[in-house]
């Protein structure tokens, strides 16, 4: 099972093949990291990848960061291979690309057990092809060891031979499929990329929209984007604001035996309280990240 309180709000991609980028890392402040051995590693490149990654996990040095192996397909030739390697250098997670099945991913969690890799490591599904999207609700119900959907919505709009446009209509049921998905079955949720890594107002537009959907945060590309992230999904003083004064006007009125109170002219009920108090619990979980 996925801690939820955990902040995802920022989860950089890294080329696994660059030693540089790999070092970096330990000092950005990524919520989690996805060190890559799929599109971001050439051929050319994929063992030696293999090698600095699951050395750099194994050191370790990432502090608070949640540290994620993205793999090759298991339909590739180096798909086994980084499974086999991943498992033996124990990440929080192993982030499995195009997930089109649940039966995928239990022959996964099969292969991780005969590796005997550590429970802590859970399973993140890239969600990324038209199938898997339409099978986004069984996927999420595979298995209690998957953890997190991750939107490839660069593969998705390439598949649908779809375009980019800036309030992502084109992909907006896909993106709705998977949230529906991930929340029936408590998994964690990460957005999509933004491409245009120098456009930060573009970003910034792109992370509102995330968050106002649900999502938990948005995967990136580059260290540049990390900050901008990471504002846009915390919570800000008047949204914490507002949401003490409605947990501490719901606990008045139910101690005076009434199940609605009224608070600037809004009603708040037992469910407003309730989300009042996962934010604030929010708020505290990144102030604790942020101080590690
Ligand atoms: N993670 C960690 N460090 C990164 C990084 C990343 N994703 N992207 C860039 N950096 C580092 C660079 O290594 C460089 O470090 P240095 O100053 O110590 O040399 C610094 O940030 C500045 O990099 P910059 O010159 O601005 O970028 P670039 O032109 O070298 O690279 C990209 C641009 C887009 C190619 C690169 O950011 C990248 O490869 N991103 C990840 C792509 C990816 O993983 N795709 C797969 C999933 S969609
Ligand atoms: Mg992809």
Not at 50 to 73: D, K, M, Q, T, W
Not at 98 to 109: F, G, H, P, R, T
């Amino acid at each position: 099972m996925i801690d939820l309180n955990r902040p995802r709000r920022s989860v950089l991609y890294m080329p696994g093949s660059k030693e540089r980028a790999l070092e970096k890392a330990k000092s950005l402040p990524a919520d989690a990291l996805i060190l890559d051995l799929e599109d971001a590693v050439t051929p050319y490149e994929k063992a030696n990848a293999r090698h600095l990654v699951c050395s750099a996990v194994r050191e370790g040095g990432y502090g608070p960061r949640e540290v994620v192996i993205r793999i090759n397909g298991l339909d590739t030739q180096w798909g086994q291979e980084d499974l086999a390697a991943a498992c033996a250098a124990g990440p929080d997670a192993i982030l499995i690309p195009k997930v089109e099945s649940a039966q995928q991913l239990v022959d996964i969690e099969r292969t991780m057990h005969m590796h005997r890799s550590r429970p802590e490591t859970l399973i993140w599904a890239m969600m990324e092809t038209p199938l898997g999207m339409l099978n986004a609700a069984s996927i999420a119900a595979a298995t209690p060891r998957l953890g997190c959907f991750i939107l490839g919505t660069n593969d998705l709009v390439k598949d649908l031979n779809a375009e980019h446009t800036p309030m992502r209509e084109p992909v907006i049921t896909a993106l709705g499929l998977c949230l529906l998905a991930a929340k029936a079955h408590g998994l964690a949720v990460i957005d999509g990329v933004y491409n245009a890594f120098k456009d930060a107002n573009g970003l910034r537009e792109s992370c509102i929209q995330g968050r106002a959907m649900g999502f938990d945060g948005k995967t990136l590309i580059h260290p540049a984007q990390i900050e901008v992230c990471n504002h846009v999904f915390s919570p800000d003083e008047a949204a914490l604001d507002l949401a003490r004064r409605q947990v501490d006007a719901f606990r008045e009125a139910s101690d005076r035996g009434k199940g609605i109170a009224v608070l600037d002219g809004q009603i708040v009920e037992n469910l407003h309280a309730a989300a009042a108090e996962r934010l604030l619990a929010k708020a505290e979980a990144i102030r604790e990240l942020e101080a590690a």
